[in-house]
DNA sequence: GCCGCAATATACAGACCTGTCTATTTTCTT
DNA sequence: AAGAAAATAGACAGGTCTGTATATTGCGGC
């Protein structure tokens, strides 16, 4: 549902309720509890179809930078910068997800996470190609610093963390190579 | 308030209610009403209570490492770690708040984030005594590494991310140091 | 001893929330 | 065209929330 998606990312996923969404998308109640058992599982469902949109733009950014890998991870970081300077950008929703239900054990609280951990495998991948010494170190570097640009750029409303984080992933990866063979 | 703050930092600030608080605190409502015109300012004192204790604790840490500059930046990740560590962590409230009040122009997320700004003033003073050749810019990338490495700790029950960045901060370090002169 | 202040218990208003139920209408399939 | 499936409107239950009002109790200072 795109409502559901529009307000609960505006919003936040506990204060926005289903009467409200229903009332703006012009959707009846009973067609969504057909749909979904409750707000839970909606939630959920919409958390994984952002996961899905998500690194399918991301890798559609990475595809389109081109042969070099070292090119195609710093990529990444453009692709963030874009992101940061979009209109209504409000943080990444799954690290917000996790802020608001901050029970592990809670079902969205794993839904979340889950999508996190998709993103650090692909930026291992990326790293591998790109000839890092260690891949999985250098993924879980850079995976911290992108979660951490992102919560910055969403507090002050600011594109500058992207590139803050795409200078220190060029050096570190210039590092992780020349310290490697 | 002691029990306030325990709640708010277990279950989350929207989620939990006056009442709930008042009664695990065996206080009346209008004691809380008499100090607090409402529950906005209750969070927002609590959040300026922590964000003094934060910083005192990082900075006992610090000053307890002695006074080599470079071990003390790295105090600070030796903190992290034994936060994430400590019992019922579940991230950093301010990070939370700003994820649980997206707007950037709420009174508690801009509260939340004052704190944020502070601990990377303090950071850039860490890594200016320690001789980095652009303190501000390191300043700026570590923290956006230690909000990563929260963020990650908490969603994982992990200290795995303390030392992550721990690593990756003495590098960087070791590279604003050297390259400098 | 007494005054004044602060905390208390309790009830209440008004609004919101999720999820259920019923009965009707629309839409799709065959 | 007819029957089945899905969406609709709308009321409802039972609970939650914040904030207010009232009337009572405890307690420290002088």
Redesign the interface.
């Known amino acids: 549902m795109a409502t559901a998606w529009r307000l609960f990312y505006?919003?936040?996923l506990?204060?926005v309720g289903i009467d409200t969404i229903l009332a703006e998308a012009g959707v009846a109640k009973m067609t969504l509890y057909n749909h979904f058992a409750s707000k839970e599982e909606l939630i959920i469902a919409i958390l994984e179809k952002r996961d899905l949109e998500f690194r399918a733009s991301l890798m559609d950014r990475v595809k389109a930078a081109g042969a070099d890998p070292t090119q195609r991870l710093l990529a990444v970081f453009d692709w963030l910068e874009d992101w940061f300077a979009s209109e209504g950008f409000?943080?990444c929703v799954f690290?917000?997800a996790?802020?608001?239900?901050?029970?592990?054990a809670h079902p969205i609280?794993q839904t979340?996470?889950r999508h996190?951990v998709a993103v650090k495998a692909a930026l291992t991948d990326l790293c591998a190609a790109a000839g890092a010494r260690d891949p999985a170190?250098l993924g879980?570097?850079l995976?911290?610093?992108?979660?951490?640009?992102i919560?910055?750029a969403?507090?002050?409303?600011s594109t500058a963390?992207a590139r803050?984080?795409r200078?220190?992933a060029a050096?570190?990866l210039q590092?992780a190579q020349t310290s490697a063979t």
Do not use: C, F, M, N
């Open positions: 505006r919003d936040g506990r204060i409000k943080g690290i917000r996790v802020s608001e239900y901050p029970d592990p609280h979340a996470w996190k170190a879980e570097t995976s911290l610093l992108i979660d951490g640009a919560v910055t969403h507090a002050t409303q963390p803050s984080a200078a220190t050096a570190l590092l």
